[in-house]
């Protein structure tokens, strides 16, 4: 199939599977008139590559997950080691959703010091949605007792 072709079955743009390509994510053969042919796998490849990308991999470490992802049966050592890379990413992410939580906290606290010793942010409602954004609050409450 062409570019044109994949990238509507996948929703990746031209240039995003160009991309992919120079980071060997996916591979193409060349027709006659330059076009890049792309296999069928080509479509599952790149729909795991935008996948792990929206989870916060890079594609340094797609490459190495792509080989575990498509080789690898399930209770395989590969498999377990695709499960532990995904395993890191989650922690990673654990730790800055932590580190931003406190510090929206932080920011929180300091505007309600401001706006309790009668300074004015002069942003109105605004002001208003943040500091009476209970549902929020709770919501956040929530991820930090997990």
Aim: glycine residues 8%.
């Amino acid at each position: 199939m062409r570019i044109g072709e994949l990238a509507s079955r996948t929703g990746a743009s031209h240039r995003a599977l160009r991309h992919y390509e120079l980071q060997k994510l996916i591979e193409s053969t060349r027709r006659e008139n330059g076009y890049r042919e792309y296999a069928p796998g080509a479509v599952q490849r790149v729909l795991w590559v935008k996948e792990l990308i929206d989870c916060g991999f890079s594609t340094r470490q797609i490459h190495g997950l792509l080989a575990y992802l498509q080789d690898s049966e399930p209770g395989s050592e590969q498999f377990r080691q695709c499960l532990k890379q995904h395993m890191e990413k989650l922690g990673a992410l654990d730790s800055l959703l932590a580190l931003l939580l406190d510090r929206r906290q932080r920011l929180f606290d300091r505007l309600e010091r401001y706006t309790q010793s009668g300074a004015s942010t002069n942003t109105g409602e605004r002001e208003n949605d943040v500091l009476n954004n209970t549902g929020f609050d709770r919501e956040l409450e929530g991820v930090r007792n997990g």
